[in-house]
């Protein structure tokens, strides 16, 4: 069965950095586009990025762009989300999915905080 579990979130100081990961199992990872959401307290689930199937191409949103970096290893069935220059308002719980049947993670929380 389909299984994505994310790994890597955590208290962070605003400006810091965090790397999440997510784990990918029960499917051949590198036959689909992966994606990050997020979603912070209060607030609907927002589409942080995606990449491609073979990490050729990727896309962000706005908020992040030029901030956050989306990688993958298919060789380690695993995805990335590298944060840089972290602000308060990135707290959230980050989701890994594969937009092919709707798979989700159960997500990691990563709070940016002084």
């Known amino acids: 069965q389909v299984q994505l579990v994310e790994s890597g979130g955590g208290l962070v100081q605003p400006g810091g950095s965090r790397r999440l990961s997510c784990e990918a199992s029960?499917?051949?990872?590198?036959?689909?586009?992966m994606r990050w959401y997020r979603q912070a307290p209060g607030k609907q689930r927002e589409l942080v990025g995606y990449?491609?199937?073979?990490?050729?191409?990727?896309n962000y949103a706005d908020s992040v762009k030029g901030r956050f970096t989306i990688s993958r290893d298919n060789t380690k069935n695993t995805m990335y989300l590298q944060m840089n220059s972290l602000k308060p308002e990135d707290t959230a719980v980050y989701y890994c999915?594969?937009?092919?049947?709707?798979?989700w993670g159960k997500g990691t929380l990563v709070t940016v905080s002084s």
């Open positions: 999915n594969r937009p092919t049947g709707n798979y």
């Open positions: 990449i491609s199937m073979t990490g050729s191409s990727t």
């Open positions: 029960g499917f051949t990872f590198s036959s689909y586009i």
